[in-house]
């Protein structure tokens, strides 16, 4: 089959409890039309929840890999397959399991069948039976309940039955927006990015905030965030990108704090700017792209020193992961491409030598006594831009 006018999407049954439960078919059911509006226009598909899944009908046959790819983006989804209706009878059902059986390369199969209306007089198990009969019969193939090569499965309800052969696994996860908010510290690199599909993954809708140092560094390593933005908004649709100014903030603690120490004192301010902007927006939680040692500025003793600074919950998604495996899902989601390209970190240019390994509290405490923090946050808060992506 390779297209098709139905199909049926399952979703996993987590956060389904109680008052949640509607909230969380409505946004599910938004995003899946968001997904498909990518490559049909709104007038040819309609979404229906029927009996905790969702059947989409299409006006026409449509080509299933390319409705296979956008579902693949929804969050919430467990999994999804094209389908091909029949009458809800054996004898039918087993001639659209032949039919369809009939275009596929495969040794061993299995036969999974629901009875959403247990309208038939046999169970479940008496239906796979008969149907998979029927396969080995008339192909010749082996029945394998293990490690089959291709499930053929069934849904059986009051009025039709479905019949598939090509189901795959969704994303799994939370539709996005079924978390709450989060803001995402994001630069060019490859971490925060992948931070922040994690916490899509899970249902949070991402605002994003980006420290640069305009002119020191050019205009492409702003293009490249508003590019990756523009990469995850696959999950999300769109965004809001908050651009700060950093420079005069930066060259203030570039003279106030020894070379070693700046990282943190970047950090730290970038942390108060973030928590305020959070606090307007009604955010409450700031999610980072740092991983446990990964480096100098990474260790337990510079989180800490940073993460003193604000109340709000710091949330590292990426805490455990090695680089090879954050590179990978970079890869795997389309940030890898973007985040390789060349840019000029906002700290690069003033980077220490030899930045601190296990920055002392008490010495951030005393030396940053130099400088106005109000004045300098209040003044970030003040330049900053928003970009709708
Ligand atoms: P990334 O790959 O995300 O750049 P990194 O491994 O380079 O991370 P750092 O440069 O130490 O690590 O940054 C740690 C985290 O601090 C980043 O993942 C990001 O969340 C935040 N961050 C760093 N620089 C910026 C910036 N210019 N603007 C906003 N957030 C930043
Ligand atoms: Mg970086």
């Given amino acids: 089959m390779t297209h098709t006018t139905l199909f049926i999407c399952h979703y996993s049954e987590i956060g389904l409890k109680g008052k949640?439960?509607?909230?969380?078919?409505?946004?599910?059911?938004?995003?899946?039309?968001?997904?498909?509006?990518?490559?049909?226009?709104?007038?040819?598909?309609?979404i229906e929840h029927v009996e905790r899944r969702f059947i989409v009908f299409f006006e026409d046959a449509v080509e299933i890999t390319r409705v296979y790819q956008n579902l693949n983006d929804v969050f919430g989804l467990a999994n999804f397959t094209a389908v091909q209706q029949t009458a809800p009878e054996m004898e039918a059902i087993q001639a659209t399991a032949l039919e369809l059986l009939a275009e596929k390369q495969y040794n061993s199969f299995v036969v999974r069948s629901r009875r959403?209306?247990?309208?038939?007089?046999?169970?479940?198990?008496?239906?796979n039976r008969r149907v998979g009969?029927?396969?080995v019969e008339k192909y010749h193939k082996k029945v394998s309940l293990k490690e089959p090569d291709l499930t053929c499965n069934i849904e059986i309800f009051k009025n039709k039955a479905f019949v598939s052969v090509d189901k795959r696994k969704g994303p799994g996860g939370m539709p996005v927006r079924t978390?709450?908010?989060?803001?995402?510290?994001?630069?060019?690199?490859?971490?925060?990015?992948?931070?922040?599909?994690?916490?899509?993954?899970?249902?949070?809708?991402c605002e994003y905030i980006h420290f640069h140092t305009y002119p020191f560094t050019n205009k492409l390593s702003q293009e490249k965030v508003k590019d990756l933005v523009r990469r995850l908004n696959k999950f999300q649709f769109k965004s809001k990108l908050y651009m700060v100014p950093f420079t005069e903030t930066q060259k203030e603690i570039v003279a106030a704090v020894p070379d070693k120490y700046r990282i943190v004192f970047y950090r730290r301010f970038m942390m108060r700017v973030t928590e305020h902007l959070a606090q307007q927006r009604g955010i409450s939680a700031v999610v980072t792209g740092e991983s446990l040692g990964q480096v100098a500025?990474?260790?337990l003793e510079?989180?800490?020193?940073?993460?003193?600074?604000?109340?709000?919950?710091?949330?590292?998604?990426?805490i455990g992961m090695d680089k090879n495996e954050i590179m990978d899902i970079a890869r795997k989601i389309g940030t890898y491409d973007i985040s390789v390209l060349p840019?000029?970190?906002?700290?690069?240019?003033?980077?220490?030598?030899?930045?601190?390994?296990?920055?002392?509290?008490?010495?951030?405490?005393?030396?940053?006594?130099?400088?106005?923090?109000?004045?300098?946050?209040?003044?970030?808060l003040q330049k900053m831009e928003l970009l709708e992506i």
């Fill in 20 to 46: 949640n439960r509607n909230y969380f078919i409505k946004a599910l059911k938004s995003n899946m039309r968001k997904v498909l509006k990518r490559a049909l226009p709104e007038s040819v598909f309609r």
């Fill in 116 to 127: 959403v209306h247990k309208i038939l007089p046999i169970n479940s198990v008496e239906i």
């Fill in 133 to 135: 009969a029927a396969v």
């Fill in 179 to 205: 978390s709450g908010r989060v803001l995402v510290l994001m630069s060019g690199g490859f971490d925060s990015p992948v931070a922040a599909w994690y916490a899509l993954k899970r249902g949070a809708q």
């Fill in 297 to 299: 500025s990474q260790t």
């Fill in 302 to 318: 510079n989180m800490a020193a940073v993460e003193q600074v604000i109340t709000m919950p710091v949330l590292r998604p990426l």
């Fill in 343 to 380: 840019h000029d970190d906002a700290c690069t240019r003033f980077m220490p030598h030899n930045p601190v390994i296990r920055a002392r509290l008490d010495e951030v405490v005393e030396i940053e006594k130099a400088l106005d923090v109000d004045a300098l946050v209040a003044r970030d």
